[in-house]
C-alpha cells in the first residue's frame, strides 16, 4: 500500500519561505509513471493544485504560483518537498501531498493516494 506523510512546521511568519518534506512508503517515486503533487485548501474554500514533480523529475507548476513555488526530491529517502516563498496570510492552509499519473497531473480529483495533510497557518 502507497502511504504519503507530510511534515510541515505549523506556523510561519509572513515573508519567510515554507518547506513541507512529504514522505512516500510502499512505492517508490522513480517508478514510471507517476507524478507526485502538492495541493493546498485554504479554510472554508476549494483545493488547489500547486504543482508536482514527475517520476522522471520533470517538474509542473500552476500558473499562478511558479514564480514562488519549487518542488524537489531525495530519492535515497523517497522523499519529495514543497518550497513556497514570501508567504502572506492567503497561503494558510491544510496542504497535501498526493499520487497523480501523467498527463494527469494537474487534476487532482483523479489522484489516487494522498496524505493526511499538515495545518500551515502564516501569522505573526
Known amino acids: 500500500q502507497v502511504q504519503l506523510q507530510e511534515s510541515g512546521p505549523g506556523l510561519v511568519k509572513p515573508s519567510q519561505p515554507l518547506s513541507l518534506p512529504c514522505t512516500v512508503s510502499?512505492?517508490?517515486?522513480?517508478?514510471?509513471?507517476?507524478?507526485w503533487s502538492w495541493i493546498r485548501q485554504p479554510p472554508g474554500k476549494g483545493l488547489e493544485w500547486m504543482g508536482a514533480i514527475a517520476y522522471s523529475g520533470s517538474t509542473y507548476y500552476s500558473p499562478s504560483l511558479k514564480s514562488r513555488t519549487s518542488i524537489s526530491r531525495d530519492t535515497s529517502k523517497n522523499q519529495f518537498s514543497l518550497q513556497l516563498s514570501s508567504v502572506t496570510p492567503e497561503d494558510t492552509a491544510v496542504y497535501y501531498c498526493?499520487?497523480?499519473?501523467?498527463?494527469?497531473?494537474?487534476?487532482?480529483?483523479?489522484?489516487?493516494?494522498w496524505g493526511q495533510g499538515t495545518q500551515v497557518t502564516v501569522s505573526q
Open positions: 498526493t499520487r497523480g499519473s501523467p498527463p494527469r497531473y494537474s487534476d487532482y480529483a483523479t489522484h489516487d493516494y
Open positions: 510502499g512505492g517508490s517515486i522513480t517508478t514510471n509513471y507517476y507524478s
